[in-house]
T-cell receptor, first 113, second 113 residues
Framework: DAGVIQSPRHEVTEMGQEVTLRCKPI?????LFWYRQTMMRGLELLIY????????DSGMPEDRFSAKMPNASFSTLKIQPSEPRDSAVYFC???????????FGPGTRLTVL | GESVGLHLPTLSVQEGDNSIINCAYS??????FIWYKQESGKGPQFIID?????DKRQGQRVTVLLNKTVKHLSLQIAATQPGDSAVYFC????????????FGTGTRLTIIP
């Protein structure tokens, strides 16, 4: 089992540019979560999906953030336009409904200059 | 200006000694608890979980204790090794049917060789 896969692992971009983060959940998992981790705010849930449907996006900070899950094996988190305060590590996690355990990917470290 | 991050509790333990990491939770409706370990540059890694119908659960070198009366969770690591150095997070899930986890701020464990 490859675990949750995220790409890219590192992204450096300039303010105003569009950023797309990608996630492949563990095969067979029904739920997918996007988190952001910073020194200031710790680990924050941005949005999560059940069976590809967004359930709770109350953690999405602004309209500049959007997330999609077009199928069970792929999700994207997009920031447009990006700002320096978006710099953080973004994690994707997935979960099987047969357990309650979320498994995290390695994260994408985003730096917006 | 100077940025102020989250103040992580820290714990330093001599290699070979046992360590205990504590976590308080506030939601009496929480029925599932997880401990995660996060090493530098990596995503949170599942260590052990426990449901509210249990008081204790043991894994390999780790034990989780749950005291529902005082809403307290602890992680005990036996015979600590240098590889145990990491930030440890507790997380809780409520019993209302959603999959969201609420994470604590974390404790930084340092193993002294």
């Amino acid at each position: 089992d490859a675990g949750v896969i995220q790409s890219p692992r590192h992204e450096v971009t300039e303010m105003g540019q569009e950023v797309t983060l990608r996630c492949k959940p563990i095969s067979g998992h029904n739920s997918l979560f996007w988190y952001r981790q910073t020194m200031m705010r710790g680990l924050e849930l941005l949005i999560y999906f059940n069976n590809n449907v967004p359930i709770d996006d109350s953690g999405m900070p602004e309209d500049r953030f959007s997330a999609k899950m077009p199928n069970a094996s792929f999700s994207t988190l997009k920031i447009q336009p990006s700002e320096p305060r978006d710099s953080a590590v973004y994690f994707c996690a997935s979960l099987s409904h047969s357990t309650d355990t979320q498994y995290f990917g390695p994260g994408t470290r985003l730096t917006v200059l | 200006g100077e940025s102020v991050g989250l103040h992580l509790p820290t714990l330093s333990v001599q290699e070979g000694d046992n360590s205990i990491i504590n976590c308080a939770y506030s939601n009496s409706a929480s029925d599932y608890f997880i401990w995660y370990k996060q090493e530098s540059g990596k995503g949170p890694q599942f260590i052990i979980d426990i449901r509210s119908n249990m008081d204790k659960r043991q894994g390999q070198r780790v034990t989780v204790l749950l005291n529902k009366t005082v809403k307290h969770l602890s992680l005990q690591i036996a015979a600590t090794q240098p590889g145990d150095s990491a930030v440890y997070f507790c997380a809780e899930k409520d019993s209302f049917g959603n999959e969201k986890l609420t994470f604590g701020t974390g404790t930084r464990l340092t193993i002294i060789p």
